[in-house]
Structure formats: C-alpha cells, structure tokens
C-alpha cells in the first residue's frame, strides 16, 4: 500500500467535496471530510471492480447508507475513472446532474442503491448480501465462482440509530452474512447536536449480540482501514462484521470539525483555509496528476482481475449450461402472456380467499421460474405465499426460496430493494395490509428507484372482522394508491389474483402490491376467465356489459365487485359493471380505451370498496357517489361489519335507485 498516494487522494477528495458544496452553497461536508481516508482505502486498494463495466455481476457492492454524503461518493466514482465528469461534480446538486443530493440508483454510474433516508442503505446491503449468498449457491461450481464478492455499506450514526438498521442487522446476524460488512462511521455527532445527547449504548456490543465480528478502528489510520477491510473480505467465518471507525467529522476545516456545524455545509465557507491547510491548490476542482496516475495504474490492475473472471465465466458457462440458461433469466424480459399461461384455471363454483388463490397462483410460477423467491413477516400461515417445492433461507441453506423475516417489516421492505438492486431474482415479500406502513420509507424508495419488487398484502379490509379496527386497514389501499409509480392491485377472485401475480412479475419499471381479502370470495365465472386475468393487466375493464342504452356504471374492486354484479342484475339492463383492480394501471392505458370502459357520456355513476372513498371521485365525477367507509372499522364478524358500513348489493342498489331518479 502506497500510504503517501492514498492520503494525497484522501485530501484531494476532500477539496472536491468542499468545493462542490461550496459551488452550490448546499450539501452536506461532515462525511465526505471525515471519511477521506476509508474511501481512499476501499476505491484505491479493497474494492473489486470495473469502472468500464459498472453493472459487473461478480464486482463489489458498495452502499453508502449515509446518503447525504453524496459528495464522498461522486467523488471517488469520478476519481476510480466511473462515468462521473469534473464537470459533473461541478454541477452537485444542479437540475437535470449525475450529482444529485442524494444518490439515486440509476442515474449515476456506481451508485448500487438510492439512499438518503437514513439506514435504508444498511437494509438494502443486507439484502444484496443475501442475494449473493443466494447466487452463489445456485451457480457457483468447485471448478469455477461466479459469485464470491463483498458489500461493503458505510453507515453513520443516524443510520444505526435509525430502526431500519436494527431490524436489518438483527436478520444478518442471524444469518450468518460473512459477505457484509458495515463501517460505521462513528463521529459521536448527529445532524442537530453532539451525539451524546441521543444516544449512550454501546454499538459495538449491540452488534456482538446481533452475531457480528466487531472490531474499533482510527478511522483516520490507512494502516487500520486497510488491515480491518482485508480481514472482514477474507473472513468466511459465518459472521457479518461491524468496523466501527472512530472518525472526525467535517476533517480538514478546523472551525467547524469535530462538532455538529461540520455536518452540513456550513463549514464552506472556510473552503479557502481549508485547501492550504490539506496543501491543495487555491484553484477549484482541482485533481493532481499523481493521483490521477494512481488511478489510472488501478484501473488497469482492476481490469486485468476482470478480464480473469471473464474468461472463467465463459468457460463455465460452456460447461454448466443449464446453470448459465438459468442466469440468463435474470436479463431476460418475460411477458405478462409468459407469466400467467403458467398458472392453472380455478373451478368455476370455487369460493376461495384470494390470499388463499394466491397460494396456488405463486406456487404455480414458482413451479414454472425458479428464480422467483418469497418471504413473510412471521405469517406465513396467514398470508399463505409459502413456496412449497422450496425450503427455508436460513444460514448453511442459502440456496432456498421462503425467507422468514421475523418481525421486522422494515427491514423486510428495505432488503425486498436489496435483491431488486442485484437484479438476480424476482423478490416479493408478505404481511397484513395493516402494517404496510410499516414497509411504507422502503416502498417509496422502490418506486422511485424503479425497482421490479411486489407486496403480497393480505387481510385487507374491514371484512377482517373479530379483529377489530386496529386490524382493518380502511385507509392503507387508498393511501398506497398515493406513492408515484406503484402500481396497487385488489384482484376480486381467484382468476383476477392469477392476473394480478402475471401483471407484478411482468413489470420491470416499477413495484406492485398485491391487496389480498381474509375471507372467501366467489370466482365470478359470469364473466370469461380471458376478461378477469388480462382485466388486471389493463388495470380496469367492463365485467359486465349494458344491454340497452346505458344509463348507470357500478364500479367496484376486490371484494366488493360481487356487490356490483349482484345489483346491476336486479337494477336493469341500462347498468354497466367495472371491475378495477388496479387504478394505475388504467390510468396508463390509452385514452380511447378508458373512454370505452367509462364513456364520458355516463355521468351516473357509483363506485364501492370496503375503505376510504376519496379517490373514487376520480371515476364517479361529482355527479356520482361512492360507498365505503372514511372511519374506522368496528370489532364484530366480517359479515355483520360489512353490513354496518352499507358494503352490500342491497346498498348498491338503493345509491344507484337514487341516482336514477335525480
């Protein structure tokens, strides 16, 4: 290890981080300072990578957790020779930059996740490490690993402060992840003060007792950083390992560092002291030609290790090609036709919870893709997305498909991402519709990354009955329906659930959830099995058409449109049925579709779900009404719940007789 490089990059890294926060008078200086010398160690010596190849299947994960430290990432991608322009760093923070605020999966070449909300990134690097855990079961071989990497998260103390991080680290340790390793940042300052005023515990004995190897290091000694990072990638011991590195923050501006006013940008304007005390130049942006040498010699060694692992990739792909037509899978892009022509027809006269055809509806894609896997917030039982031809995911089984997340539906929505970000396997993940707030930081991040991850949400009305309102999640659906780009589907019997799961697994731009009932539901076999399943991948569809001049159009989803079809029966001919189990995905279908399915002409119209009604109005205009409930639900059996809050095709019937007559 060349010390004397690696420091003259540390501190030059240090003057891009000031100077681009300088440049916009906004940011966040305290970890990009204080953490020089552990990103000098990781980009200049421990990371496997290829900057030419950024998206590299075997390269080294690494997540900065602490996202507001953007500037110490951009920073070492542009100065690793990653897609990251000078010019991009001068435009930190500007509209339309590689450099925005936080880091944002797929905008910048090296970011592997989006992080910004504190202790995400922790989540989200256990579940890359599981997935490679994962991987490297299913295609690794004695002659040949095509899987044997590390992720490497850097966290602060926010985020191991955060209860993301908690729950998540809690699931690692128990799992026995060798390949992570989270460096906490340890500066003893938060955002708003000195840390001592919020936090007293003990980290590293917390994360002893969670089953990681533990080790304190000066996080400013290149020396330790190297010896503790080379220890934590070779140890296979079946720990994740804590380096705990006991950091300055905001290093290099001395009026601020060391205190809770070198957190943000407010040391920049000491920049000038600053570059002459870390013996840079008065001139911004500056980078030397040593240290560019450095990286570029780097770059060099780094594609000579790649180009060593491609060779034995191809070689093995000739030898194992049933492993290597699996893997591809994982590129390919299947069709919403691919998914659901694997799932079997359910019996006409069946009466079946949709958790309960979901059941059949996964384990048949399962069957048919084994590169689907599953999981549950320790309700398995309840929310029935059990893979039967696997077993558990548990510590020496890595390569099964049911991950038992325990208690922890935080940490279970951030890692859900963490497989995403890796890319390999299509992950859903399992609870009560109640506690789906409890996912809700990770499900708004998912969206907003683009992430192909779907929820399996059961439970999910006031139908839950004995329960009571704790457990009747009147707002949850139409609260979801709120997050940008999340598709949210309430499939009304078992052939719209097998719709459902085709249209989540077929999206590659985006999550979904699936809103499943607690209590049976018939199979609506009045209308084509063709019209419910590919109903749901429109997002919206006539279930049962007028046979006079319409006058009327009943909307409903999930278990109310057995309601619907049951009044517009006793309503008359001119009475329109709409089944919508997915608002976002007709919204996106074309104008002159949603005009056949809701002609504009037809201003008569009611809409019913056993929840919150405000975004019917949205579809039934101001001339309609909409039943449901905007209260919470009561303690008493489904049915006599239902019939409390008007949930019936005798109500139906009635608002409708009402708009008639007006």
């Known amino acids: 290890m060349n010390k004397d490089i690696l420091q003259k990059s540390a501190n030059e890294s240090r003057g891009l981080a000031m100077d681009a926060i300088e440049a916009c008078s906004s940011g966040h200086l305290g970890l990009p300072l204080g953490a020089a010398e552990i990103g000098s160690v990781l980009f200049g010596d421990v990371l496997n990578f290829n900057p030419e190849d950024p998206n590299w299947l075997n390269r080294d994960r690494f997540v900065l957790s602490a996202g507001h430290g953007s500037m110490f990432l951009y920073s070492w991608l542009h100065l690793s020779g990653y897609d990251v322009s000078l010019q991009d760093l001068k435009n930190f923070r500007k509209l339309g930059s590689k450099t925005p605020g936080h880091p944002e999966f797929g905008e910048t070449a090296g970011v592997e996740c989006t992080t910004g909300p504190l202790g995400q990134g922790i989540g989200n690097s256990v579940g890359l490490a599981m997935s490679s855990k994962m991987s490297a079961e299913l295609f690794n071989t004695d002659e040949f690993s095509v899987i044997d990497n590390t992720i490497i ?18 699931l690692a340790g128990h799992l026995g992840l060798d390949n992570l390793i989270i460096i906490y940042d340890s500066n003893d300052v938060t955002l708003d003060a000195m840390g001592e005023l919020s936090q007293s515990e003990n980290t590293a004995k917390r994360y002893e007792a969670y089953g990681f190897d533990v080790e304190t290091i000066d996080g400013h000694s290149l020396d330790a950083i190297q010896a503790a990072l080379i220890k934590a990638k070779a140890n296979r011991n079946g720990k994740p390992t804590l380096i705990e590195a006991k950091t300055i923050i905001g290093k290099g501006i001395s009026e601020v560092e060391g205190t809770a006013k070198g957190h943000g940008e407010g040391g920049a304007k000491f920049v000038d002291d600053a570059h002459e005390r870390l013996g840079l130049p008065k001139e911004r942006f500056s980078v030397s030609d040593e240290v560019r040498n450095f990286f570029s010699d780097r770059k060099s060694a780094l594609l000579g290790k790649y180009n060593e692992w491609s060779q034995g990739f191809a070689t093995w792909s000739e030898a194992n090609s049933d492993k290597a037509a699996l893997l591809a899978v994982a590129s390919k ?31 048949d894609l399962a069957d048919a893709f084994p590169l689907i896997i599953s999981g549950s917030a320790d309700l398995h039982g309840s929310t029935k997305n059990y893979i039967k031809c696997s077993g558990d995911f548990l510590k020496g089984n890595y390569a099964n498909r049911n991950i038992r997340y325990g208690i922890r539906e935080h940490a279970m929505g951030a890692i859900l991402n963490g497989f995403a970000y890796d890319g390999i396997f299509k992950a859903s993940g399992a609870t009560f519709a109640m506690f789906a707030d409890y996912m809700r930081p990770s499900v708004r991040i998912a969206a907003l990354a683009k992430l192909p ?24 659906t139409s609260s979801l ?55 749901v991948q429109k997002g919206g569809y006539v279930a049962l058409k007028e046979t006079s001049a319409l006058e009327l159009i009943i909307l409903a989803t999930g278990s109310e449109l057995q309601h619907a079809i049951k009044a517009a029966g006793n309503l008359g001919s001119s009475v329109r049925v709409v089944s919508m189990p997915c608002m976002e995905r007709f919204d996106r279908q074309p104008s002159d579709y949603r005009e056949s399915v809701l002609p504009a002409s037809c201003r008569k119209r009611v809409s019913i779900e056993a929840g919150i009604t405000t975004l019917w109005t949205r579809y039934v205009g101001l001339d309609g009404k909409s039943i449901g409930t905007d209260d919470f639900g009561i303690s008493a059996p489904g049915d006599i719940v239902m019939e409390k809050f008007g949930i019936t095709s005798e109500n139906v019937e009635v608002v409708a007789k009402s708009l008639l007559a007006s």
């Open 153 to 170: 998260c850097l966290a602060g103390d926010g985020c191991i402060q955060e209860g993301v991080s908690a729950e998540s680290a809690s």
């Open 333 to 363: 892009q299947l069709s919403f036709e691919d998914y659901v022509a694997k799932v079997s027809f359910f019996a006409d006269d069946s009466k079946l919870a949709t958790r309960v055809a979901g059941e059949k509806v996964l384990n």
């Open 453 to 476: 991850v779907f929820y399996i949400w059961t439970h999910d009305s006031i139908g839950v009955g004995e329960d009571g309102p704790t457990h009747q999640p009147v707002e949850m």
């Open 481 to 535: 329906r709120c997050i940008p780009n999340f598709d949210v589907v309430r499939p009304a019997d078992p052939e719209e659930t097998a719709g459902a799961y085709a249209a989540a697994l077929s999206r590659t731009d985006g999550p979904t959830g699936i809103i499943l009932s607690r209590q049976s539901l018939p199979t609506l076999s009045n209308i084509s099995v063709d019209d419910r399943r590919e109903g």
